[in-house]
């Protein structure tokens, strides 16, 4: 199949040759949260299609955006991640999801497809620097069947899929609904645990700090 482009010298056009391809934005999406098999990734969007899922990886792959490389835990097995040039595109997401998230909820979303790391990869990149300063810690959560894990450093607060790579200073366990409830502030972390609905490993102030940092702002207290 011919791709389509624009044929235009403007940087834009150019980019949206690469990215503008239905669903090349979510797979880039998938891979802000770590490497992914190709096999993860038809998962994530079985809407694709074996061949869609192909086609854009492989123009992903000649545009510089992706590469493959074996996974630390399976030199046999390679996984898709994002290149530095890929990762510049990190910030971009971030705000395209933002801008995204004063739109209306269309009669056509499934509400099934909200996923709790992806609640987590938004808030996370979004958490001011003021928020995010203190120690340097990975907070670790199972939501459900999802498991991943956030980790603050002097790079910013990032979230990854998976659980964390060393033991973390909190490990929280909890459904979707308690999960969303906690990152808007309906609920705060000492009462969804006295009540049952969120099972912790850490201590008070590590879980009040995980939940500072992944938190709904405005616009207005995000910058």
Same mark, same amino acid.
């Given at each position: 199949?011919?791709?389509?482009?624009?044929?235009?010298?403007?940087?834009? &056009?150019?980019? !949206?040759?690469?990215? /503008? +391809? $239905?669903?090349?934005? =979510?797979?880039?999406?998938?891979?802000?949260? *770590?490497?992914?098999?190709?096999?993860?990734?038809?998962?994530?969007?079985?809407?694709?299609?074996?061949?869609?899922?192909?086609?854009?990886?492989?123009?992903?792959?000649?545009?510089?955006?992706?590469?493959?490389?074996?996974?630390?835990?399976?030199?046999?097995?390679? &996984?898709?991640? !994002?290149?530095?040039? /890929? +990762? $510049?595109?990190?910030? =971009?997401?971030?705000?395209?999801?933002?801008? *995204?998230?004063?739109?209306?909820?269309?009669?056509?979303?499934?509400?099934?497809?909200?996923?709790?790391?992806?609640?987590?990869?938004?808030?996370?990149?979004?958490?001011?620097?003021?928020?995010?300063?203190?120690?340097?810690?990975?907070?670790?959560?199972?939501?459900?069947?999802?498991?991943?894990?956030?980790?603050?450093?002097?790079?910013?607060?990032?979230?990854?899929?998976?659980?964390?790579?060393?033991?973390?200073?909190?490990?929280?366990?909890?459904?979707?609904?308690?999960?969303?409830?906690?990152?808007?502030?309906?609920?705060?972390?000492?009462?969804?645990?006295?009540?049952?609905?969120?099972?912790?490993?850490?201590?008070?102030?590590?879980?009040?700090?995980?939940?500072?940092?992944?938190?709904?702002?405005?616009?207005?207290?995000?910058?």
């Amino acid at each position: 199949m011919s791709k389509r482009m624009y044929g235009q010298v403007c940087p834009i &056009a150019r980019s !949206l040759d690469v990215l /503008g +391809e $239905r669903w090349t934005l =979510l797979i880039v999406r998938e891979l802000l949260l *770590g490497p992914r098999r190709f096999k993860e990734l038809l998962t994530l969007l079985p809407a694709m299609g074996t061949n869609r899922l192909a086609e854009r990886l492989q123009l992903l792959e000649r545009s510089g955006v992706v590469h493959r490389r074996a996974l630390p835990s399976a030199s046999d097995v390679r &996984a898709y991640e !994002l290149t530095a040039y /890929g +990762e $510049r595109l990190r910030p =971009l997401l971030i705000q395209l999801a933002a801008w *995204g998230s004063e739109l209306p909820l269309d009669d056509g979303i499934d509400p099934g497809t909200v996923r709790a790391e992806l609640i987590a990869l938004h808030l996370a990149e979004q958490c001011p620097p003021d928020a995010a300063h203190g120690p340097h810690e990975t907070y670790q959560f199972q939501v459900g069947d999802e498991v991943f894990h956030v980790s603050t450093d002097d790079a910013g607060v990032h979230a990854r899929s998976g659980p964390a790579p060393a033991p973390a200073a909190l490990v929280a366990i909890c459904d979707l609904a308690t999960f969303d409830a906690l990152t808007r502030g309906t609920v705060t972390p000492a009462e969804a645990v006295s009540s049952g609905a969120l099972i912790t490993t850490g201590n008070t102030g590590v879980l009040t700090r995980a939940f500072e940092i992944l938190r709904h702002r405005t616009p207005a207290t995000t910058a």
